[in-house]
């Protein structure tokens, strides 16, 4: 079973700055099915990227996400205030613990 | 626009059996795709359950599998999840969803129920 490893756990971080969120896999994964997720508080998760950099419909471009094999990365390049919530990476069945981004 | 929306008991007993139904609008399930069900628990991470293709093709979550029973019914364009001898540990909010494929990521989602086990 594919373990995957969020970090960091917490992030602190201002609008306008710019995110890093890693999504570490126990192994080699294809990147066709590692996807990222945003949730806000009360509310089902949102896809934000699929096939490891394609972004989904209706998200904006600050949004971006890459990596490959065990290693995966997504980019917020410039916060805004929405985007401060928890993310997940998901591959297969299998989710990360989630990566928060709060307000600093 | 797809929506989805679950719905079932929001109180279960313990050793009992939980059910529910994610009607779906905006989409025939006939016409393809997966649906899933996810679950989280309060203040918890995420995690698959299963999915279901329109042809009654299932995949269970490994760790599930022997509790879990996924169907659909196309003629009211739902489907259903049935998990057995549930616990506290099965106190969680019960989402479903659409997959782009069997194993890809959910697009669109349901708002959530939250289930809770106790007696």
């Known amino acids: 079973e594919i373990v995957l490893t969020q970090s960091p756990g917490t992030l602190s971080l201002s609008p306008g700055e710019r995110a890093t969120l890693s999504c570490r896999a126990s192994?080699?994964?294809?990147?066709?099915?590692l996807a990222w997720y945003q949730q806000k508080p009360g509310q089902a998760p949102r896809l934000l990227i699929y096939?490891?950099?394609s972004r989904a419909t209706g998200i904006p471009d600050r949004f971006s996400g890459s990596g490959s094999g065990t290693d995966f990365t997504l980019t917020i390049s410039r916060l805004e205030p929405e985007d401060f919530a928890v993310y997940y990476c998901?591959?297969?069945?299998?989710f990360g613990q989630g990566t928060k981004l709060e307000i600093k | 626009q797809v929506q989805l929306q679950e719905s079932g008991p929001g109180l279960v007993k313990p050793s009992e059996t939980l059910s529910l139904t994610c009607a779906v609008s905006?989409?025939?399930?006939?016409?393809?795709?997966?649906w899933g069900w996810i679950r989280q628990p309060p203040g918890k991470g995420l995690e698959w359950i299963g999915s279901i293709y329109h042809s009654g093709s299932t995949y269970y979550n490994p760790s599930l599998k022997s509790r879990v029973t996924i169907s659909v019914d196309t003629s009211k364009n739902q489907f259903s999840l049935k998990l057995s001898s549930v616990t506290a540990a099965d106190t969680a909010v019960y989402y479903c969803?659409?997959?782009?494929?069997?194993?890809?990521?959910?697009?669109?989602w349901g708002q959530g129920t939250l289930v809770t086990v106790s007696s």
């Open positions: 998901q591959s297969l069945y299998t």
């Open positions: 192994q080699s994964v294809s990147s066709s099915y």
């Open positions: 969803a659409r997959r782009l494929t069997v194993a890809g990521p959910g697009d669109y």
């Open positions: 096939g490891a950099s």
């Open positions: 905006g989409y025939s399930i006939s016409s393809g795709y997966y």
